[in-house]
Nanobody, 124 residues
Framework: QVQLVESGGGLVQAGGSLRLSCAAS????????MGWFRQAPGKEREFVAG????????AYADSVKGRFTISRDNAKNTVYLQMNNLKPEDTAVYYC?????????????????WGQGTQVTVSS
């Protein structure tokens, strides 16, 4: 089993930055693809960013391209999401997820393990 724990969320003004971390435990996720999703109240969970197991392929939702950066440190079993130029519409609970198959998938059902989420609130 893999346990994922997100951290780094909080309240920030529009235009500000936050860095989310997702620490994995239980087993190594070095061969897993990792993704970040978010869910705002009343909305479905949506893909934000994903990174292949080797870090050589990365994908972003159009809404965050140029502002968010996903990265991973396999030595630390940790994935990051650097969020810059935050907007009020980025407000959501952000979830980290792991996919055993190693490739990037955009649907939540494709992921095998999930963290508990961390709240990000962007004020205008």
């Amino acid at each position: 089993q893999v346990q994922l724990v997100e951290s780094g969320g909080g309240l920030v003004q529009a235009g500000g930055s936050l860095r989310l971390s997702c620490a994995a435990s239980g087993r190594s996720v070095n061969s897993y693809a990792m993704g970040w999703f978010r869910q705002a109240p009343g909305k479905e969970r949506e893909f934000v960013a994903g990174i292949r197991w080797d870090g050589l392929r990365i994908a972003y939702a159009d809404s965050v391209k140029g502002r968010f950066t996903i990265s991973r440190d396999n030595a630390k079993n940790t994935v990051y999401l650097q969020m810059n130029n935050l907007k009020p519409e980025d407000t959501a609970v952000y979830y980290c997820a792991a996919n055993r198959r190693g490739g990037i998938y955009y649907g939540p059902l494709e992921y095998d393990y999930w963290g508990q989420g961390t709240q990000v609130t962007v004020s205008s």
